[in-house]
């Protein structure tokens, strides 16, 4: 096992409504991820809202992180930036913070080109001094990473493993395939999109970049070990389980969902980033409802 | 006349690599357009790549630019921010620098509601003290604004104008419509996107917000002249005569080709922020060669 296989969980990066961290709130999200055991833990990442936090607040999550999980647990840390600058300090101060990898998301304003991208992911693995995760979201950085450009950059000496978007059913075994012939044997290739995620494990995936594992490290956790017993009946089986919560994320987002949850679970009172809006109360209700009758809490 | 129409001119925002303001560039940048008579100067603009700028260089930016155009041009100001305070931040940091009004974007990492981008404009609108233009740039901002938010964001106090993305040729004359049917009476729909402004124009728009006329501003005015005159025929000639650059745009980016005009023109040797990358040299030559061919430079 490596830091970037198995069930990584991304908790919600708990702050207040000026973008303060609740740091005692983080501390309390990370425990029952180390005591559940997941294989590693991404703070800043999406669901963790790396992108609305200043360089000194996403410092201080780290640090704070780092200490709670003692290492215990390997640390993949967002530092995703627009510009590449930035994003190489991000890299130092995560590393010097304790972090285990940095995930580089190409987050754009002007579009870029590929031949950006890779110059980018280049220049924060070689200054940065992190082992890096490309860190593929389109959704949120609306750049598209081809097959191609993925094999290129996972050749690149500092960058450790993918992220990929869980492919839809219809494309999952297909995009597995592609993605496995373009990188190096060996390469870890990890999916997101919690729906997605079973399926694109079975077809070959070996790591889970779960937002759901952020708040329900046990039944994800079940599912990965599943797949890796090849037992693939019993882990979809457990996918099926999670529908309701996978029903939510697709209607209301997965770091709404999360972040409405937060409160309703004891786990302090984080704000989101404003201009995101806090789940409308009825929503929040029928998704606490929801886990409830999942017996997640 | 008011800052809302006619030809508003967006130049560049000329910083070095580490992206410090070069503020005698800037002054270079916007002589011309004060002595050309353009109805307005939009700083910060996409194309002054205000997103990749930290609050110090786009207040200081302002403060240079209010001084340069000493109160003859009214100064539109990028102040587009992730978080809803840090844009009210900067409307309040523009304003007391010396901005006419300011330019707000729905910059987005994690997808955005319209609920949200609504809320998010009133609270700018009504905390920043600053007049605000509307500025809808799908490609860079990734969230689509409909007709019907675009009137209603036209009614909150404060808000005064919109720069849409110029339509389509076929689309121009019944999009153009629909917006003036949604937002109320004499509101001011202005358009971007140098290569479809000139039929916006014609088919209702009162203003363009041009990145062709922050390095060349006459042959913009005599369009923008020659619209406002219904001479929709000269107007289109002289159109068609901008092609060469218009297609230059298109290949390459009007960001990429100003930027890369601005040295061999002899407006210092400012750089993009990476992971922007400047153009190759043969493109630039390219550039350079056809903006000469045109009379231009």
Redesign the interface.
């Known amino acids: 096992m490596s830091a970037f296989t198995g069930l990584s969980a991304f908790p919600i990066t708990p702050c207040d409504?000026?973008?303060r961290l609740d740091e005692e709130g983080l501390r309390r999200l990370l425990a029952p991820l180390v005591e559940a055991g997941v294989d590693s833990i991404g703070v800043l990442g999406?669901t963790g809202?790396y992108?609305?936090l200043t360089r000194e607040t996403r410092c201080r999550a780290v640090a704070v992180a780092a200490e709670a999980v003692a290492g215990r647990v390997p640390l993949l840390v967002g530092i995703g930036a627009?510009?590449?600058?930035e994003a190489v300090r991000l890299a130092r101060d995560a590393r010097e913070a304790g972090a285990s990898a940095g995930l580089l998301a190409?987050?754009?304003?002007?579009?870029?080109?590929e031949?950006?991208?890779f110059?980018?992911f280049a220049?924060v693995a070689g200054e940065g001094g992190l082992p890096l995760v490309i860190y593929d979201n389109p959704?949120?950085t609306?750049f598209r990473f081809t097959p191609a450009l993925i094999g290129r950059l996972a050749r690149l000496p500092g960058v450790a493993a993918v992220k990929c978007p869980g492919p839809s059913p219809e494309a999952v075994a297909r995009t597995v395939a592609e993605l496995r012939g373009t990188v190096p044997g060996g390469f870890p290739l990890g999916f997101s999109g919690d729906w997605h995620a079973t399926e694109a494990m079975i077809a070959g995936g070996v790591a889970w970049y779960s937002v759901a594992a952020g708040l329900f490290p046990r039944p994800c956790q079940e599912i990965v070990r599943a797949v890796q017993a090849g037992e693939t009946d019993r882990a979809r089986d457990l996918d099926a389980a999670m529908t309701p919560l996978w029903d939510l994320f697709k209607a209301h987002?997965s770091?709404r969902i999360v972040h409405g949850l937060a409160e309703p679970l004891g786990l302090g009172r984080p704000v989101l980033?404003?201009?995101?809006?806090p789940l409308p109360e009825a929503v929040r209700a029928q998704a606490l409802a929801t886990v409830r009758a999942m017996g997640l809490a």
């Open positions: 409504a000026a973008g999406s809202t992108a609305y627009l510009r590449t600058d190409p987050v754009s304003y002007t579009p870029l080109t031949k950006e991208v110059d980018h220049a959704a949120t609306h987002s770091l980033p404003r201009p995101l809006q």
